[in-house]
């Protein structure tokens, strides 16, 4: 979407693709398919590979844990966020790196 953007304000696409530090082509891509589809077409692609364990509900589930364990009363320490997606939603998260 930055890359229309962009290119609506009057950028030439060698402009573009410097300053957001992607190929030409990267940027020609997305003008064809903004073209074609719209702003729905502008999302990310699916990447290659396993798909995340964890899913936008589990993490809007774990970013709504801090209020509703404020309104408990209970507090956290700084192991026991990292082991939630385990005990109450059954996902394996392994560390990053």
């Known amino acids: 979407m930055e890359c229309v953007r962009l290119l609506a304000r009057r950028m030439t696409v060698p402009e573009v693709a410097d300053l957001v530090e992607c190929h030409q082509v990267t ?33 809007d589930a774990l970013g709504a844990l801090p209020d509703a364990s404020a309104q408990e009363g209970r507090t956290w320490a700084a192991a026991a966020p990292a082991d939630w997606p385990a005990v109450e939603r059954q996902v394996a998260v392994s560390p990053p790196g």
């Open 27 to 59: 940027v020609r891509e997305a003008v064809h398919r903004f073209h074609e589809g719209g702003f729905e077409a502008l999302g990310d692609a699916r990447r290659p590979g396993r798909p995340p364990g964890i899913t936008r509900e589990d993490l």
